[in-house]
């Protein structure tokens, strides 16, 4: 029965991914009406100056940075809100932190893929919205 448990508490603690400075226990995205929600949680964090957010449009864009978020201590809720996804033509869209450390290299998260349908009639609102603010 004890070394169940322990085996048990192995698969626990190691569950997750180690990310340079960070150990990620999950990174998520999910559509929400107009925008793209991203959440994730670490476990740890040692050595680390930011997080950059990046989006690309389907497969085969380029990453460009959204926002940067500073780290604020091991076991951490994060949550982005990606308002200008529906600004985009696309339906898809790839998302991944970059990690960097306070020492100067960069790690990356995996990849997540957000399937993400705004209706034309909230795109062309939207920007016309936009051009009064």
């Given at each position: 029965?004890k070394?169940s448990?322990n085996?048990?508490?192995?698969l626990?603690?190691v569950?997750?991914t180690?990310?340079?400075?960070?150990?990620?226990?999950?990174?998520?995205?999910?559509?929400?009406?107009?925008?793209?929600?991203l959440?994730?949680?670490?476990?740890?964090?040692?050595?680390l100056?930011?997080y950059?957010?990046?989006?690309?449009a389907g497969?085969?864009?380029e990453f460009?940075?959204?926002?940067?978020?500073?780290?604020?201590?091991?076991?951490?809720?994060?949550?982005?809100?990606?308002?200008?996804?529906?600004?985009?033509?696309?339906s898809?869209?790839?998302?991944r932190?970059k990690i960097?450390?306070?020492?100067?290299?960069?790690?990356?998260?995996n990849?997540?893929?957000?399937?993400?349908s705004v209706?034309?009639?909230?795109?062309?609102?939207g920007?016309?919205?936009?051009?009064?603010?």
């Amino acid at each position: 029965m004890k070394r169940s448990i322990n085996i048990l508490l192995v698969l626990l603690i190691v569950t997750g991914t180690a990310v340079g400075g960070a150990f990620l226990d999950f990174f998520n995205g999910r559509s929400d009406d107009d925008n793209v929600v991203l959440e994730w949680k670490t476990r740890s964090e040692s050595d680390l100056l930011r997080y950059e957010i990046q989006r690309k449009a389907g497969s085969n864009g380029e990453f460009v940075s959204l926002a940067t978020v500073s780290p604020k201590g091991s076991n951490s809720l994060y949550t982005y809100i990606d308002r200008s996804a529906y600004k985009e033509s696309e339906s898809v869209y790839v998302y991944r932190l970059k990690i960097v450390e306070t020492s100067g290299p960069s790690s990356y998260s995996n990849e997540i893929t957000v399937s993400h349908s705004v209706s034309s009639v909230k795109r062309t609102w939207g920007s016309i919205k936009a051009m009064f603010r």
